[in-house]
């Protein structure tokens, strides 16, 4: 099984809203990323976690916060989004540090919209 | 900091063809080298992935080449079909930074029925 789960599909909130994005693997990786994609642009790495560890923050604004609450979940708190954080939200999962292939598997995306 | 490149921008050839995707990068320090396709509004599926200490891989008619010192790898499609049509992304990674993925802006292909 190399399937990452997201959910929700589709979000729309307000400036005003806190909403949260979730994503699951099971495949037994200790390293779950998250990545935004604005329309015709390739995504841009935003968080990475390796073993429920917080390893890169991409100087990402304080809006977003991530939480890896075991080994298998990774979500991202949206909190006072702007219109302009519009997009599709990824999150991907591999190995780390293990000598295995780190082969990165994403999710099908969140598409978020800021009203 | 590391620069990928992804030429050409976008491509559009009949079905059968054999084709190369190309995409460079600025920094040859790289830990790895994986190519996804992206369908629209879709998230990435993995192709292929090139270790820094390897030169290709291979998986059906799909091959991807790795010249590290060069700053270059090709994805060659064998014998295309319409269901190859989808945006190709290079990612690269380093052992540093604590493993920090860089993709390219991709090359959208169609390939005519």
């Known amino acids: 099984d190399t399937e990452v789960t997201q959910t929700p599909k589709h979000l729309v909130m307000g400036m005003t809203n806190k909403k949260s994005l979730k994503c699951e693997q099971h495949?037994?990786?200790?390293?779950m990323y998250w990545y935004k994609q604005k329309a015709k642009k390739p995504p841009e790495l935003m968080f990475v976690y390796s073993y429920e560890k917080l390893s890169i923050n991409e100087s990402v604004p304080s809006r977003f916060s991530p939480e890896c609450p075991n080994s298998s979940l990774l979500n991202l708190h949206l909190h006072a989004l702007q219109p302009e954080d519009s997009a599709l939200y990824l999150c991907?999962?591999?190995?780390f540090g293990t000598g295995r292939t780190d082969t990165q598997y994403f999710g099908p995306g969140t598409r978020l919209t800021v009203l | 900091k590391q620069e990928v490149t992804q030429i050409p921008a976008a491509l559009s050839v009949p079905e059968g063809e054999n084709l190369v995707l190309n995409c460079s990068f600025t920094?040859?320090?790289?830990?790895?080298l994986q190519w996804f396709r992206q369908d629209p509004g879709k998230g990435l599926t993995s192709l292929l992935l090139i270790q820094s200490s390897q030169r290709e891989q291979t998986s059906g008619r799909l091959n991807a080449s790795l010249d590290k010192s060069s700053g270059r790898s090709t994805l060659y499609i064998a014998a295309s079909q319409p269901g190859d049509s989808a945006t190709y992304l290079c990612?690269?990674?380093?052992?540093?930074?604590?493993?920090?993925?860089?993709f390219g802006a991709g090359t959208r292909l169609f390939v005519k029925a």
């Open positions: 920094d040859s320090a790289i830990y790895n």
């Open positions: 495949m037994g990786h200790r390293a």
């Open positions: 991907a999962s591999s190995h």
């Open positions: 990612a690269v990674r380093h052992n540093t930074g604590g493993f920090k993925t860089i």
